[in-house]
Nanobody, 126 residues
């Protein structure tokens, strides 16, 4: 069974950095799209970054381009989200998500992903 477990959230001041990790199990890691989403109360989940199973193409939301970097470690079955220059608008519950290759048309759309972690909170203070 597919399991996703996020870690690395916390509280940081504006301008600071955090790295989130998502450890996975229960499926063929190299055959699934992986993505990070974030959610704040009253708003829909926002796709932040997504990585193609081949580890090549990475897609970012405009709001995080140039500040966030998504990567993966196939040996550890883990994806990461390096977040730099954080600002209070980045405060959210961050989730990782997975979807089988071939089932994803829009990489940053929450409707494309079948499996979700429970999330890790990121709080950025001004």
């Amino acid at each position: 069974q597919v399991q996703l477990q996020e870690s690395g959230g916390g509280s940081v001041q504006a301008g600071g950095s955090l790295t989130l990790a998502c450890a996975t199990s229960g499926y063929t890691f190299s055959s699934y799209w992986m993505a990070w989403f974030r959610h704040t109360p009253g708003n829909p989940q926002e796709g932040v970054a997504a990585i193609h199973p081949g580890g090549g193409a990475v897609y970012y939301a405009n709001s995080v381009k140039g500040r966030f970097t998504m990567s993966q470690d196939n040996a550890k079955r883990t994806v990461y989200l390096q977040m730099n220059s954080l600002n209070p608008e980045d405060t959210a519950l961050y989730y990782c998500a997975a979807a089988p290759i071939g089932s994803v048309g829009r990489a940053l759309s929450r409707y494309q992903y079948n499996y979700w972690g429970r999330g890790t909170q990121v709080t950025v203070s001004s």
